[in-house]
């Protein structure tokens, strides 16, 4: 059984350029979750996708938008790319959204910007 | 608003130590605890979680935590540790209020030595 896997594991891009990342949940999973995670902290909430909808969003600026497909995979897009989006990006899925549903995280996308 | 704070960034002790990770929290209502282990370059590996019921919650490498509601902690133990412990570790909290985002602390780092 797959577990959640992400694509690209590493990625470089300019400032001002815009970046995809791509994650397949777990299987028997319907709600993915997208998380931050800057050198040296914790993973920060950035959003969760459940039946192809946005249901919930952290405290980040519209420049980060995703997308969930019929088959749950989801994107995560980022815009105008600053500095200081450099980070690890980890997709964490979950089988039904439920509160107190374990989420299961992939190894996560690298992100660096120059 | 909610916050977990993990009170040491770093934990040097040698093998077969006992070692306590600490981790608090503040929530004004009823709080989901969850401990994640994130080795080298990997993603994200839930360790132990408490939802209800028994305060201790143990996982099976080991490792446990007691939910302590008085003092608003989740503070995780192991009597004896391994090299092989050696790892970043996280404390997360979510609630009614956060919705279905993991809040994390900022993480230790245990470092086990011969």
């Known amino acids: 059984d797959a577990g959640v896997t992400q694509s690209p594991t590493h990625l470089i891009k300019t400032r001002g350029q815009q970046v995809t990342l791509r994650c397949s949940p777990k299987?028997?999973?319907?709600?993915v979750s997208w998380y931050q995670q800057a050198l040296g902290q914790g993973p920060q909430f950035i959003f969760q996708y459940y039946e192809e909808e946005e249901r919930q969003r952290g405290n980040f600026p519209d420049r980060f938008s995703g997308h969930q497909f019929p088959n749950y995979s989801s994107e995560l897009n980022v815009n105008a790319l600053l500095l200081g989006d450099s980070a690890l990006y980890l997709c964490?899925?979950?089988?039904?959204?439920?509160?107190?549903?374990?989420?299961?995280f992939g190894p996560g996308t690298r992100l660096t910007v120059l | 608003a909610q916050s977990v704070t993990q009170l040491d960034s770093q934990v040097p002790v040698f093998e077969e130590a006992p070692v306590e990770l600490r981790c608090n929290y503040s929530s004004s209502v009823s709080v989901y605890l969850f401990w994640y282990v994130q080795y080298p370059n990997q993603g994200l590996q839930l360790l132990l979680k408490?939802?209800?019921?028994?305060?201790l919650v143990e996982s099976i490498n080991g490792f446990e935590a007691e939910f302590n509601k008085s003092q608003t902690s989740f503070h995780l133990r192991k009597p004896s540790v391994h090299i092989s412990d050696t790892a970043e570790y996280f404390c997360?909290?979510?609630?009614?209020?956060?919705?279905?985002?993991?809040?994390f602390g900022k993480g230790t780092s245990l470092l086990v030595t011969p």
């Open positions: 997360a909290v979510s609630d009614w209020n956060s919705g279905y985002a993991l809040n």
């Open positions: 408490y939802l209800s019921g028994s305060t």
């Open positions: 299987s028997g999973h319907d709600t």
């Open positions: 964490a899925s979950s089988p039904s959204g439920q509160l107190t549903d374990t989420q299961y």
